[in-house]
């Protein structure tokens, strides 16, 4: 039978013997928890001379004596013969120190477990019978998977870290689509500030006491103004709360992440951002469109369509080699043409709007400027959706549309 404990090494002496592959497997989870290592042995293992050195370890030049095990809280012996390890993990029950005893078939009084850190959770996996190190790293994978991508239920119940901040990029729309990041970090959180637009299927899945706030516009509706989100997060962090940020797309691509960030940094909040696919590229892929592609655009210039048109979208618009990706450019439709007509680029220019990326109702409009606005209108395009103006918005790009003599010859 094995008691597993979880126990604190940090500052104490930790008796290595031996200094081969094995110790060099095993020490740096020790030294990453700062234990007091020494190490015995007449010769060390690259590997191990290499963290010797890194890390300042003691080394004790020779083979192992009783009087080693002096002051030691726990040994670990391995040093190649069975009966060095049976006779140091024998001293060790005459001094009453736990040993691991890494020897083929031995058990020793303590063993290493597989581990596994998520955020501020460990796991361990061991065995009752014998040593079955394989099985355990495999049980330990399968647990870190789930902990990876938030499956398990690790919300604090007890309030004994302090409160933080992370602004979670959502991506467009799925939630297979979210990085197993965010998933962890939704699952750890107390609180979730969300928007209307992204992976907000995903906040069907939390725990019904987790408190979620909706901040999003609606179109029409009043929007929280952003000093209130921000005094909102750092509100929630101060209390103790971890909170996520769960944004549309990528956090800094049009989604004041920057200006979240500044608010927590200013009220001396730990805040991470955790990036994702945004719709600037997200949305023209859900539609076929590459937002570069070899030998037809070689740039892409993203642009708020709400904004003036600076003299860099006027320049990217007049380029045939540049692709411009305009968000929140739906009611500005008209304004964007106009401008990319009056900066010079040729009617003829494709263009498509993609309503709707990654969700069922996805929809496609291709058009030229020329064009644009009649087409939209006639489709009653609407938000959100983000336009593509640019010769990789060809609908003949990828597959190009066999010329009908070829066609018929097939
Ligand atoms: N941070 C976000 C952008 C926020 S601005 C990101 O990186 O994607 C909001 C604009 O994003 C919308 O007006 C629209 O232009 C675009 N958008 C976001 N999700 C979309 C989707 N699923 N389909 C089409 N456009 C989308």
Redesign the pocket.
């Known amino acids: 039978m094995t008691t597993m404990f979880g126990l604190t090494l940090a500052g104490r002496d930790v008796l290595f013997v031996g200094g081969g592959s094995v110790a060099a497997r095993r020490l740096p989870r020790l030294i990453e928890e700062g234990a007091a290592i020494r190490i015995v042995a007449p010769a060390l293992s690259a590997e191990t001379s290499a963290l010797v050195e890194r890390h300042g370890l003691a080394w004790i030049r020779r083979g192992v004596r009783e009087r080693d095990l002096e002051g030691a809280w726990l040994v670990h012996t391995a040093t190649g013969s069975a009966r060095v390890d049976a006779d140091v993990a024998a001293w060790c029950e005459r001094a009453r120190v736990f040993c691991v005893n890494a020897s083929d078939g031995a058990h020793g009084s303590a063993r290493l477990t597989a581990e596994t850190r998520s955020g501020d959770v460990v796991v361990a996996v061991s065995s009752d019978a014998g040593v079955d190190p394989r099985r355990a790293a495999r049980v330990r994978n399968a647990i870190a998977g789930l902990l990876e991508r938030g499956a398990l239920p690790v919300r604090r119940v007890r309030d004994t870290a302090r409160g933080r901040v992370a602004l979670v990029?959502g991506g467009?729309?799925p939630v297979d689509l979210m990085t197993v990041r965010a998933r962890r970090l939704l699952a750890e959180a107390d609180v979730v500030i969300a928007d209307r637009?992204?992976a907000v299927d995903v906040l069907r899945e939390l725990d019904p006491d987790v408190e979620v706030i909706d901040v999003g516009k609606q179109p029409g509706l009043h929007p929280v103004p952003q000093h209130e989100i921000n005094a909102l997060i750092v509100a929630h962090a101060r209390a103790g709360r971890r909170v996520v940020r769960l944004?549309?797309?990528?956090?800094f691509?049009?989604?004041r992440g920057g200006e979240e960030v500044t608010a927590c940094l200013e009220a001396g909040v730990a805040v991470e951002v955790v990036p994702a696919p945004?719709?600037?590229v997200a949305?023209p892929q859900a539609a076929g469109i590459p937002v570069t592609q070899r030998g037809v655009s070689g740039a892409m210039h993203v642009v708020n369509g709400q904004a003036e048109l600076g003299s860099g979208t006027l320049a990217a618009l007049a380029d045939d080699t540049v692709t411009t990706v305009v968000?929140?450019?739906v009611a500005a439709l008209e304004r964007i043409v106009a401008g990319a007509l009056a900066a010079g680029a040729p009617g003829s220019r494709p263009v498509a709007i993609?309503?709707?990326?990654?969700?069922p109702q996805q929809r496609t409009t291709r058009t030229t400027l020329a064009d644009a606005v009649a087409h939209a209108r006639a489709a009653g395009v609407r938000?959100?959706?983000?336009i593509v103006i640019g010769e990789v918005a060809r609908p003949d790009l990828l597959l190009p549309v066999p010329a009908p003599e070829h066609a018929a010859a097939g």
């Open positions: 990029g467009p729309g637009l992204g944004k549309g797309g990528d956090p691509v049009f989604g945004t719709s600037a949305v968000l929140m450019g993609v309503e709707s990326g990654h969700a938000n959100p959706a983000v």
